[in-house]
């Protein structure tokens, strides 16, 4: 088993920067890769970006420039560091492991933009 526990969510004005932390415990080896997903009220969740064991970004068009994975592996804490915000990013944001075959979720943090 995997747990993952998300922080730093909050409320933020547009154009403002929030970073939100996922600590990762339990069974961590053999996860490939760690990511960020979010889910906006009456909208399916999205993949905003996700980081693989090698290294590997990739993010969704509408943040990339903007938006920052990484990962401390001596605190085995993934970063998601958020500039220029809109108020279209707000959503509850779910950290995500995917280990061998299964997905593992945080519970995870609401992050509002006002304009």
């Known amino acids: 088993q995997v747990q993952l526990a998300e922080s730093g969510g909050g409320l933020v004005q547009a154009g403002g920067s929030l970073r939100l932390s996922c600590a990762v415990s339990g069974s961590t080896t053999g996860i490939i890769t760690m990511g960020w997903y979010r889910q906006a009220p009456g909208k399916q969740r999205e993949v905003v970006t996700a980081?693989?064991?090698?290294?590997?970004?990739n993010y969704a068009d509408s943040v990339k420039g903007r938006f920052t994975i990484s990962r401390d592996n001596a605190k085995s804490t993934v970063y998601l560091q958020m500039n220029s915000l809109k108020p279209e990013d707000t959503a509850v944001y779910y950290c995500?492991?995917?280990?061998?075959?299964?997905?593992?979720w945080g519970q995870g943090t609401q992050v509002t933009v006002s304009s």
């Open positions: 995500n492991a995917k280990r061998y075959l299964t997905n593992y």
């Open positions: 980081i693989t064991i090698g290294g590997t970004t």
